[in-house]
């Protein structure tokens, strides 16, 4: 029996849950960014993969171009989203996908109008989010949607 699950222990670097995408992010990005980040690129590769499978599923017939034409979509969608809604800089290698497995993203830092590069790093706003996370038995503050207040 084959083990899928979510949490496979990876090359170095590379993150298979959102624990390890928050770890990999935390002194970077503060948790609401963890958490659009994350469900962007989700729903992004979600998107994609849903029409890779309908273009080029089995049966199918497609050039290697046709292919890398719809891997480019996809990358130049992401880096898009990513940097106009988070001023996030990021890389997408396709390689992968030609091995069967997903494309590697990699967020590589802020853009100069992310508020880190303008303002710095906001730890006392981190220190709250982890302590709100660990409380609600998050990866990161918000992981689970919003939660009213005890009365």
């Not at 309908?54 to 497609?62: L, V």
């Not at 880096?79 to 106009?84: F, Q, S, V």
Request: charged share 35%.
């Amino acid at each position: 029996m084959t083990d899928t699950s979510p949490t496979l222990p990876v090359d170095d670097g590379i993150v298979s849950s959102a624990k390890q995408f928050s770890d990999a992010l935390t002194q970077e990005l503060n948790d609401d960014e963890i958490k659009r980040a994350f469900e962007m690129i989700v729903r992004i590769s979600e998107k994609y993969h849903e029409k890779f499978e309908r273009r080029f599923g089995p049966g199918s017939i497609f050039t290697p171009e046709e292919a890398l034409e719809a891997l480019d979509q996809f990358e130049e969608e992401l880096k898009y989203e990513l940097a106009t809604k988070l001023h996030v800089y990021a890389t997408v290698d396709a390689t992968p996908v030609f091995e069967g497995e997903p494309p590697i993203v990699e967020l590589a830092g802020a853009l100069p109008s992310h508020s880190v590069a303008r303002h710095g790093f906001d730890h006392e706003k981190k220190t709250w989010e982890v302590q709100r996370a660990t409380e609600r038995g998050e990866d990161y503050y918000g992981q689970k949607g919003k939660h009213r207040k005890k009365k």
